[in-house]
């Protein structure tokens, strides 16, 4: 147990900091920050609305994940296969779950580090008015949800190649779907019996739940279901390819 | 301690390891010889639990290596062929991201991190990242890697290739200084590094082994083995060579080099067990008998080279058949 934790703990220190040396980690930081700015004041035109919330600032997130969290993710299995060092890894006394729990935690850790850094919105809007600060906090856990689905779908997709750019739009195709799938304008088409399958696969009505200030266990266990499918996944993968 | 049994491995159709059995002792060095392609990584690959082995088993300090997994790769230090290692981190932080997987802390960390910086030479470099290095250190680099949690069983796929002269010296040294309490397989192409460093060697081609033995025994059987050259004055060499050729036990004679005082003569002994080596004694009592003085006498224990090439398949010959 005490190895288990203590090697996930290290896998995950050491991709955390290979991100940040890296141009990556700041690249995306600075075009997550600009773009989230960009939408919720330009696009929703926050100040115009004269509320209290940060609904226009949550609503993008989905959207702006789509490129932001895949560009995150798609090197960490693709990476290692393309440079070798997963031969060195996996004969390391390190199993494939460790590994890929702690790489998974790294990427998360860092998308929960980039909302962290959105907290200027927060202080604006509690200085111009009088939100309700507890919907804000159930937003920013359905957004970090939703960043950690998106990641684990992008590990998954990594682990299938040795190219950054294949798992890359991969994942983009993927989460699409998730966001689609649930996505009013599009599900406003469907034919009724398609859509109520279709929308089970969505990150949107569990998302949305969240944006009201509502926490339900359904919502939470959905998240979490697909998160541990694709890392579950990823680890069936990694070990039927590790060679390829 | 490893043990290697009846290894097999298909890639789809591709049989790359057919049938491999050996094992290695604590105080033993093994050198895989092979040509390209014979299969050696891919028996390393196995041996270290990378791939699963279509058939057959490996067995690390008697742990069962697709059973205990984790407990039986603690026990092998491995260096992959090309050297893989994250190209973004610094050695240090390389260094310490291994010994921290080991679950070395503190002092010992510290410790074991000096130690493998200064045997691999890389005290001077351990702040540069790992993508600007040159290819040899890059190499020692991983290689510092594998010897870091001082393990009982050493794997060093092609630890030698791409450095320069001294520093694959530098390297034999190395691993040959540690053999004495591991037990080390070391794969490569080089002839005369596995005879400056192994104990003992495993010649494996197209997936099978060919044969497991001491270098010195191997080179006894190859066909230059038991070859007398003699260096005798006379004018007339073709006479000598006849005499020669009357010698029981000699398959044929040829002139190497001739000048107006001395001629140098080969003898290829007939027979192919080892009373092959007691042909000079023979050729030293005809050439007295005869009254002739020679300068030079001697049996070559044959080379490792020419049993290299008589057992393995060459890339050339494979395209031919093919
Ligand atoms: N991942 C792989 N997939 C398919 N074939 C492979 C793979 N790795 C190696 N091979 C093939 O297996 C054979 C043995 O390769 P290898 O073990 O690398 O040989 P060596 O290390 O002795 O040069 C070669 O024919 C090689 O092409
Ligand atoms: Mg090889």
Not at chain 1, 108 to 115: D, E, Q, S, T
Not at chain 1, 127 to 139: A, K, S
Not at chain 2, 235 to 243: E, G, H, Y
Request: with cysteine; hydrophobic share 45%; aromatic share 10%.
């Amino acid at each position: 147990m005490n190895r288990t934790f203590s090697n996930i703990k290290t896998i995950a220190k050491r991709e955390l900091a290979s991100y940040f040396n890296s141009p990556v980690a700041y690249i995306f930081l600075i075009i997550f920050l600009v773009l989230t700015a960009f939408f919720t004041f330009n696009v929703s035109a926050f100040f115009e609305r004269n509320e209290a919330s940060l609904s226009s600032f949550f609503t993008w997130h989905p959207w702006l994940y789509l490129v932001l969290v895949p560009a995150i993710g798609m090197r960490q299995w693709a990476e290692e296969r393309r440079s070798g060092t997963i031969e060195m890894l996996f004969t390391l006394p390190v199993t494939a779950a460790q590994a890929i729990f702690g790489k998974f935690f790294a990427g998360w850790i860092f998308l929960g580090l980039a909302l962290i850094l959105t907290f200027p919105m927060v202080i604006t809007v509690n200085y111009l008015g009088n939100p309700d600060n507890g919907v804000i906090l159930t937003g920013y856990i359905g957004s970090f949800l939703v960043a950690g689905v998106y990641l684990a779908i992008t590990i998954l997709t990594s682990a299938f190649t040795r190219s950054q750019i294949v798992s890359f739009i991969t994942s983009v195709v993927i989460c699409l779907f998730l966001v689609l799938a649930g996505w009013p304008p599009v599900t406003r088409v469907l034919p009724p019996w398609l859509d109520s399958i279709v929308a089970k696969f969505s990150v949107m009505p569990h998302y949305q739940t969240l944006q009201r200030g509502m926490v339900d266990v359904q919502d939470l266990f959905f998240f979490v279901s697909v998160m541990a499918f694709a890392l579950f996944a990823t680890g069936v993968v990694l070990r039927s390819r590790r060679a390829g | 301690m490893i043990q290697v049994q009846n290894l097999v491995k298909w890639y789809g159709p591709l049989l790359a390891v057919d049938d491999v059995s050996f094992d290695v002792q604590k105080g033993e060095v093994l050198g895989f010889l092979g040509p390209n392609g014979a299969g050696k990584s891919t028996t390393m690959r196995m041996i270290t639990g990378f791939l699963p082995a279509s058939s057959g088993t490996v067995h690390v300090e008697n742990l069962d290596i697709s059973e205990h997994g984790t407990q039986a790769r603690a026990q092998i230090g491995y260096l992959p062929e090309n050297a893989p290692a994250y190209p973004e981190m610094s050695v240090q932080a390389f260094l310490e991201f291994i010994a921290d997987i080991h679950l070395l802390q503190g002092k010992a960390r510290d410790k074991a991190i000096e130690r493998v910086m200064e045997i691999c030479h890389l005290s001077n470099i351990r702040h540069q990242t790992i993508d600007t290095l040159s290819k040899g250190y890059r190499r020692r680099t991983c290689l510092a890697q594998s010897m870091l949690a001082d393990s009982p069983n050493l794997v060093l796929d092609e630890p030698t290739e791409g450095l320069d002269p001294n520093q694959k010296r530098e390297v034999r040294k190395l691993i040959r200084n540690m053999a004495h309490d591991k037990a080390i397989i070391l794969s490569t192409h080089i002839l005369e590094e596995v005879q400056a460093i192994c104990d003992r060697l495993i010649i494996i081609d197209q997936g099978k082994l060919i044969c497991n033995g001491t270098p010195d025994e191997l080179c006894r059987r190859s066909s230059d083995a038991g070859t007398v050259t003699v260096g005798v004055k006379t004018q007339d060499s073709d006479q000598i060579r006849a005499k020669l050729e009357a010698i029981s036990g000699v398959k044929n004679v040829t002139v190497l080099t001739k000048d107006q005082e001395t001629a140098t003569l080969t003898l290829q002994p007939s027979a192919s067990d080892e009373t092959r080596f007691q042909l000079a004694d023979a050729v030293a009592e005809k050439l007295s008998e005869e009254n002739l003085t020679y300068n030079e006498l001697h049996t070559s224990t044959g080379s490792l080279e020419t049993f290299f090439q008589e057992v393995t398949v060459s890339e050339t010959e494979q395209e031919n058949a093919a």
